[in-house]
């Protein structure tokens, strides 16, 4: 134990200061730390913090060490007006899930995220019974993700935050102690770069995805506004699933499908082809014509009405489109500013390893194993179109 304590230090150190597909020096704005609430329990207090990233055209992004969860990204619109684009909460009960359930809002969900069969996988010979939090599946890391964790946190000069968090041997059934880190870096040029990283002393599956809700009208702006978004993915395959949204094992042709986004296709013109709408996992298909730095381009998502258009990048095999289904058709779910979120009023786009695949023989590779460093990055890229 003693060995890998001074192993988690040393390659904290590395994992913190270095950056492969980062900038350094990108802003010159400090980072800002504010308390955002306090948890109180029988036997002591934790703080919750804040951090304010502003760049030099004003794009503003707040995270909070609450499962290092994106809280509030602000970008301008065609005429210069800055709106929130992403769904959240306010207060920290929301988060928490106090008066109602938090549907991973901004969230880093792990260790594993989406979803495992029945909670149950062999790993080297041995069998592992995972909690099963989604029917009897598990879902998003189990009843303790890493969503409802509150994180070490450290703010960088670059406009950068890096959120740390150990994860314990068997900590919801999982083995090996996993040591994760989450950078989030704002450019001056509207990037906001996730960069995921971990370590682990016993083979383990690891799946770190960012579970943002995105509207591009603006967080408030309802369903029927991203029904006008147009959509675009870069993939030729999908994971079909069964009726507990398990995929088969088969890789799919997207051609002659609803699941055939390939070319600029308005949401609300294909969402009800699809029961409730799209939770899915595509295939990544490399694009060889854009890249940021070494990352493929895997998807665009444009507003037709602000101007924003926001690409996404990822050096991830797949990604999963979810169009907010299993919000609530009531005004029971309160975000921020006393908005009511219901179905549809929002879509994720989570990079991501195929769900399953530690149960999936012909799936991309979900172990991670001593000595291994575990590096994925997505970049969420915003301009005006």
Known sequence: MISFVVYLLLSSFYIVNRFPFVDTGTLSTPVIQELFGTIQTSTENTSVTKFTITNRHGVKVQLITYGAALNNFLVP???????????????LDGYRGVKA?????????????????????????????????????HLHGGNLGFDKVVWQAYAHKNGSVTFSYSSPHMEEGYPGQLFTQVTYTLTDSNELIIDFKALTDLPTPVNLVNHA??????????????????LQLYANQYTPVNSEKIPTGELASVNGTAFDLRSETRLGDVINLIPGGYDHNFVASI??????KTLPLVANLWHPESG????????????????????????????????????????????QNFPNAINQPNFPDSVLRPGTVYHRTTVFKFSIK
Do not use: W
Request: glycine letters at 12%; proline letters at 2%.
């Open 308 to 351: 924003r258009f926001m690409q996404i990048f990822s050096n991830q095999p797949g990604f999963q489109l979810y169009t907010g289904n299993v919000l609530p058709t009531d005004d029971s779910l309160e975000g921020k500013n006393g908005t009511s979120y219901k179905m549809h009023d929002g879509l994720c786009i989570e990079t």
């Open 287 to 292: 694009s060889t014509f854009k890249f940021y």
């Open 77 to 91: 619109d065609k005429e210069g007006r800055l709106q929130d684009v992403v769904l959240g909460f306010d207060d």
């Open 213 to 230: 809700y995105f509207n591009l009208a603006g967080h408030a702006a309802g369903s029927q506004q991203l029904y006008n978004h147009r």
């Open 101 to 137: 359930r938090n549907p991973y809002f901004g969230s880093t969900v792990g260790r594993v995220a989406n979803r495992i069969a029945k909670g149950h996988f062999r790993l080297d010979g041995v069998e592992y019974q995972l909690a099963t939090n989604n029917g009897r599946n």
